[in-house]
């Protein structure tokens, strides 16, 4: 198989024509080609650009099929908080102590203007992320 060695654009094109995925079975074959170039030790800039292309193949997809709810204020806060491993005495800066943090998080209080100011200036992400969708627009 090309896809491990240091093949030419041409090549992987060849072996692996992409197309368009109609399927899931279509995914897993795509899939399963960008795991392949992964796992490789270095990649050639033809593989590169190969797995660049299948990887808008599959963007294209999950973005069709794909559905990414709407997160936002709390819930939003709570996988901020545990993408980035944080513990809630790291937010008392924001909240001014832990036991508002506390209620924040479970919850028991609301997010405030002033909180989600300070949210997004910690986070780096603009404040109307802690809004539904709906009322970005």
Request: glycine share 2%.
């Amino acid at each position: 198989m090309l896809i491990t060695e240091r093949a030419k654009y041409l090549d992987l094109l060849n072996e692996f024509p992409p197309r368009p995925i109609k399927s899931n079975n279509d995914f897993i074959a795509v899939q399963k080609v960008i795991d392949a170039l992964l796992d490789a030790e270095q990649l050639s800039t033809d593989q590169q650009e190969y797995l660049n292309l299948l990887g808008i193949i599959i963007s294209e997809y999950e973005d069709k099929t794909v559905e990414i709810p709407d997160i936002y204020g709390i819930e939003l806060l709570n996988v901020l908080v545990e993408e980035w491993e944080l513990k809630q005495k790291e937010l008392v800066p924001i909240f001014k102590t832990e036991s508002i943090v506390s209620a924040v998080l479970n919850g028991h209080r609301q997010l405030t203007v002033e909180h989600i100011q300070k949210l997004a200036e910690f986070f780096h992400v603009s404040p109307a992320v802690f809004f539904p969708s709906s009322d970005r627009v």
